[in-house]
């Protein structure tokens, strides 16, 4: 029984229900244990082929889920030991660790080119909060590395006495980290959450001096598991399962400058460009923008406008300069080949600056293959027009996405736009949370969240004619997704009684929809469930899918409130692409991505 108080003289009680199971549970149980009271490991093992849709299931194996469903709840019960309940095979379905809703294994084909994957990609990996003023750290690229992060992106900028390398977000007033610091971080956690290459993407922003350290750095740093290629520009990528524990080197090739003089005279005379050797010549900051590490401050709401045309690659955009510097051939007669070659030789994927028209950037070349940057903004405009040439280069070459500059409060974009004209990295800013970082983290919880995840034939496979994918191309339904959500529970676990109402239990509700292309994107709700800590709602929806490769289920329990806007209890999304058809438990995580100990929901999902 709970109680609230209402005043100071006056409490109400509520009863905490404990909902016995959905009368599905109660059917497959009467229906498998034949009537019984009680089901045998051979009648779990026909259940789990004929509902769960796992063919291959043996009567072993529904032995031990026998066993480890008893162990888990600590079973005593007048009956065999070797046989469930009605309790028990409802707590069993409604375990996310013995029954959980996607596969935790890697399953996809790891052999293709690197090209031929979407890769987990951050975006300023090293900043702790805002673009603008939050600290440099390590920390949170080893909190991204232990999520399944493979891509970590660092920013290179000489120190203020110009012998010793940092990394920052140059010309803004975030703070430095030592690069060594973040090198040996990466080192240690790598390979924690998956055995597959981590990428380090290099903005440099360095003399050859100090390239010469940072060569130093990596080979002393990580050793034998550096990727070298056998020569100055690969003809294809390798695969993921041949670069299994190396760590591999991607940025532009190095540049110099000839002499000392033209250092100086680069610094007195050439004030355009005089930040490509000072990272501490600020931007322009937004007075809403304090000094401070927060990623959830407002995004101001007067942005730098986009000038750019829609197939040129515009050079003065400094919206962009400042976010994506990597890509800044810094080519004026200032400039000679780098006489570093140990530092040009860690270099595995050459990072390639789009110059002039874009479609001719992303030409495929048939003896070499390299990664191009493109900012959001950029691609949108582009793929109106152009989206099959985008298909096209990501099939051999390699694609990176990033924020635009204006999205000072670290806040993320629409990833499908990306990953349905086949971009590989679509750089996130890990920093922040939202339904975009949702759906990035939806969408490498595949492939038993290893960070690659092998692209549909759709975007890898030419016609006999050379066509390939078009994004923007009608499509027709391929499948039909019908979910039903079941019931909710553990949330009187993880928070407190009153914490999403001081007067009541809450009132749940669930939004159940899909992200995918256009024609997929579909969002219903249940009813809401008054006074409940655990909900029962019992409702079932039904998607068209055209494009169920693309496709992400998205799932968020809110609280109702009649005076102020709804409060989030939980959300997650999974790849469609995935789902174990069946009665399933599925985990709800917090807005950060952390899954919470206890909530969860029993769902039910089927393809027909």
Known sequence: MDRYRIGVFFTRKFKIDDPEPPQDVKDEFNKYADGGDVMTAEQLQRFLVDVQGEAGASVAQ????????LQKQDASTEFDKHTLTLEDFHDYLFSAELNPPIRDQVHHDMTAPLSHYFIFTGHNSYLTGNQLSS????????????????????????????????VLH?????????????????????????????????????????????????????????????????????????????????????????????????????????????????????????????????EPSSLPSDQEDEEKISDGDTSESSQDD????????????????????????????????????????????????????????????????VVRFTQKNVLRIYPRGSRFN????????????????????????????????????????????????????????GQVFDPKAKCWKKKTLKVKVYMGEGWRLDFKPTHFDSYSPPDFYTKVGIVGVLDDKKMHRTETKEDKWNPVWDE???????????????VEVREHNDIEKSEFAGQTCLPVSELKQGIRAVPLYDKKGDMFKSVRLLMRFDFV
């Open 410 to 465: 670290s806040s993320n974009y629409n990833p499908l736009i990306g990953w349905k004209h086949g971009a590989q990295m679509v750089a996130f800013n890990m920093q922040g949370y939202g339904k975009h970082l949702w759906w990035m983290q939806g969408m490498f919880r595949s492939n038993g969240g290893c960070g690659y995840v092998k692209k549909p034939e759709l975007l890898t496979e030419v016609g006999p004619d």
């Open 540 to 554: 079932e929806f039904t998607f068209e899918l055209t494009v169920p490769e693309l496709a992400l289920l998205r």
């Open 135 to 166: 600290d440099s750290s390590d920390v949170p690229i080893i909190k991204a590395l232990r999520k399944g992060l493979r891509v970590v992106e660092l920013d290179l900028w000489p120190d203020s006495d110009e012998d010793e390398v940092e």
């Open 170 to 298: 140059g010309r803004t007033l975030t703070t430095p980290v030592k690069l060594i610091k973040c090198l040996e971080s990466i080192k240690e956690t790598a390979f924690v959450a998956s055995s597959y290459p981590v990428i380090i993407t290099l903005e440099d922003h360095l003399t050859p001096n100090l390239q010469d350290k940072v060569a130093k750095m990596i080979t002393q740093t990580f050793g034998d598991m550096v990727f070298l290629p056998d020569c100055d520009c690969l003809k294809e990528f390798p695969s993921p399962e041949e670069l299994k524990y190396k760590i591999i080197i991607s940025t532009k090739p190095p540049k110099q400058y000839p002499n000392v003089t033209s250092i100086n005279e680069k610094r007195n005379n050439s004030k355009g460009k005089s930040w490509l050797l000072s990272p501490r010549l600020p931007l322009k900051i937004p007075k809403s923008f304090k000094r401070g590490n927060g990623a959830s401050q407002k």
């Open 326 to 389: 990597e890509d800044n051939d810094a080519s004026d007669p200032g400039f000679i080949p780098s006489k570093a070659p140990e530092y040009k030789h860690l270099i595995a994927i050459q990072a390639g600056k789009a110059k002039g028209v874009l479609k001719n950037a992303l030409k495929v070349e048939p003896d070499k293959v390299k990664r191009l940057s493109l900012s959001e903004q950029k691609l949108e405009k582009f793929t109106e027009s152009h989206g099959t040439h």
């Open 62 to 69: 529904a032995e031990q889920i026998v066993n480890q469903a």
